[in-house]
């Protein structure tokens, strides 16, 4: 690969810098087919790209195979949003010259803010890496993609590159529009450099906050979409405990340790009704889950030194597992328990993101109790409720949604569907912004609004000329046309 | 007033955070209620605040009382915005229970993100100050504020404030769902305040810069939405000057004077067709420009300040008007002129925003001249191409789109409509943010989105409830229906 792909940081950026313009001239149905050539691409490269992830990120084969699927319909999903064409958010208002003032005429667009970088993550090699979401709604909306590798997956991410490369290349995409840089250095110079315009991360609290930390220092300010650390509360009334009490501890187990516990919507913290029995139901499901052997050796050592924090805890207490049992590397996944007062007593350290197969469970006594430790919950990406048929969960939805960017009812969040209404974001330290990182709003983290008053209609994009000649949604004069 | 209302930082923060679940509850309706009660108690004001503004502020009555109904107009605008209800982005996929992997139901819809601090500018008394846009959008979608009046108009702000306050108090609003604070300290104290989610600011790069710097480094950072600097360039063709060169010169003239040019739109360097004779119409046209008063003492030596660095540039000539004419408060009108060699060579002294009645030309050969000065240009909020009838200028169009975030054709920008489509934020330093500050899509910027998964129909908000009960535009299934 070194010999054909540019993989100096300066020589890549500003390839990125060089095919902008291109990227925002070219048509939806054009990006919509470069993000269909790249699927197609990773499609046929399947089985050649999934040993090298088993190899690299230790995942299950069977895992990573659905990532793929996961991620070229991500791309395909990104190219009907393009092509829907309500994404370029177009609205016109007509020109009064009879008002006061006399109001001219004046027609908004989306237009791409320019290259962007976008920084891999550990845990999904596919999904939210190389050719993952981030990626794919930049590229979608015209802006070019400089990523820097994950260094968890060098050979899968370069494999990636030129599969993405070579299918854009093919599909007529400008040269340019994808890159890829390596190394801890790269990924401070990437966020620096003047002709980046936004990035998206998706990564610990620790290395996201870094990171934004130089955005918010350049001289021209960019926006820094990271996904930082999330601990995911789950709620579990009596009542649901009484009804369904053993498959709830079974559902909570498989998700907790879904691919080995990291996940960033894994469910960190349970809140569970004291004496109801859950506890018991939870350590016999827990009993059957195996090791799995984690992504690679610092995030072994970070499970294991945040596991020894937690049981160090003098109000915490080993309800199933053994912690330092298996090995580092793949570690015996642990439920931990405390009560609720001495979480609202200590949140700092019983509420810190432990990420690997561990969770703790949350004694509460009432709904005060329950409501003491709501009230100490920083942000999460999601939040989860398990009541009984037809309880009354209204006031603890509103308290939930106040601190998540997603509310689930009877479910388990580990899941994360690539929808048109999906929200992969929330209050911080989940995520920076009020965006999102997966769905089809994803994309307006790289547009910015244009307005073009009384322009003549030669000058104006398609989207705004009077006749809508790309059939698109726009608002008209206060109406939305459909 | 300081009988009635509260005027400590920590009490007013306290008593926002206390209204924000009530605000977020009530319904849309019961909010555009609100924003027309106020906008009805300031028209009803307007005779007793516009002579207090005009002690303030030294600008005009006419224009004072015309800001009062632009204010006043856009509380309205955003009543309108909320009742249309599109601006909550309701979204519902149903659930896929055959689908692989099963996907549930999801419904996503925006929420208030809590409350916000906005920063009142001191050159829109009314409309950017404190019942200005920001309030008015932060109100509009169920955040509380607290404004941080500007120095500027002390007493027009506080009675600003108590007008708002017995409006909205009247027309049934919670307390606290909107406060005023006052002071230098008060302003870095509000956007460090745990409690506050997001700002607003209108001001100078200097001072945006260093709260936007102070927002970034909280350890919870939060959006820091600021309007800062501008020199909304203009170009002027060749064959526009054939075709009306006086008119042109009238217009500009005009327009960099409109308020003392103590616009954030004001035309600041107009790219201008070298040996055209625009350059004596100009002359001509600004010899009618009478001085008019400043703002305050600050802003006068700001200007002396920047035109002398102006004027004492090696490349720069004196057109029209006197530097150091009139006097420190109301200095003479300066029209000025140099090269586009002279700018491509020193961009950070030609280009430098001079808040004040001064524009400079900037005299082009050819078109590589002139974008050679494109080039160099940082972002605006707008820029402004006159170009004779049929001319050519989509390759202009689209580098000027590039640098602003407003582009217009044969106007001037010094007038900013408030419609659905209207744009004002552009590229850094014009704004720090893709969002704007004025038009109905201002409200996105405080607004979360938040998703829903498996609901049961008790929970959810009216907007994602099965039978659209408020009869919103909603996204169903991938298919938008109004």
Request: net charge negative; glycine share 10%; aromatic share 6%.
């Amino acid at each position: 690969m070194e010999a054909t792909i540019p993989t100096d940081l300066d020589t890549v950026v500003a390839a990125a810098a060089g095919a902008a313009a291109e990227l925002a001239r070219a048509t939806d149905e054009q990006r919509a087919h470069w993000l269909e050539a790249v699927a197609e691409a990773l499609d046929a490269a399947a089985d050649e790209l999934v040993p090298i992830a088993v190899a690299e990120s230790h995942l299950p084969q069977g895992r990573l195979a659905g990532e793929v699927g996961r991620t070229t319909g991500q791309l395909r999903m990104f190219a009907a949003v393009v092509r829907d064409g309500a994404y370029l958010e177009a609205v016109i208002d007509h020109a009064q010259p009879d008002a006061t003032p006399p109001q001219p005429d004046l027609r908004r667009v989306l237009i791409p803010v320019g290259p962007v970088a976008v920084y891999a993550a550990s845990n999904f090699p596919f999904a939210f890496s190389v050719a993952g979401g981030d990626t794919a709604a930049a590229l979608a909306v015209g802006c070019p993609v400089v990523v820097k590798a994950h260094p968890g997956h060098p050979e899968l991410s370069r494999r990636t590159a030129e599969i993405i490369i070579t299918a854009l290349a093919a599909a007529g995409a400008p040269a340019g529009a994808f890159g890829l840089v390596e190394g801890f250095e790269a990924g401070t110079d990437l966020v620096t450099h003047p002709a980046i315009r936004a990035a998206a991360f998706t990564g610990s609290l620790h290395g996201g906050r870094a990171l934004f930390d130089l955005a918010a220092a350049r001289p021209a300010p960019i926006p820094f979409y990271a996904e930082l650390g999330s601990i995911n509360p789950v709620v579990v009334t009596r009542a649901a405990v009484e009804e369904s009490g053993d498959a709830l501890a079974k559902g909570l187990v498989g998700s907790f340790t879904l691919g080995a516990g990291q996940f960033c919507t894994k469910p960190g913290v349970v809140l569970v009704p004291a004496d109801a029995g859950f506890e018991d139901a939870v350590a016999s499901a827990a009993s059957d889950a195996a090791p799995a052997t984690l992504l690679n050796d610092r995030i072994g050592e970070g499970f294991a030194d945040g596991l020894d924090a937690l049981v160090g805890h003098p109000d915490v207490e080993v309800i199933a597992g053994t912690p330092g049992g298996g090995s580092v590397e793949a570690p015996e996944p642990v439920v931990l328990a405390t009560s609720a007062a001495a979480v609202a007593d200590d949140p700092d350290a019983l509420l810190a993101e432990c990420f690997g197969p561990v969770t703790l469970l949350i004694r509460y006594a009432d709904e005060a109790d329950r409501q003491a430790v709501l009230d100490v919950l920083e942000g999460s990406l999601t939040a989860t409720v398990h009541a009984a048929e037809g309880e009354d969960v209204r006031a603890l939805t509103t308290g939930l949604a106040e601190r998540a960017g997603r509310v689930l009812f009877g479910g388990w969040p580990t899941g994360v569907a690539v929808t048109w209404s999906q929200q992969h974001g929330g209050p911080w330290p989940a995520t920076t912004s009020i965006h999102t990182s997966v769905g089809a709003t994803a994309v307006r983290r790289f547009q910015r609004p244009v307005v073009f008053q009384d322009a003549p209609e030669a000058v104006l994009p398609a989207a705004l000329q009077e006749a809508n000649p790309l059939g698109i949604p726009r608002r008209v004069d206060g109406r939305l046309e459909v």
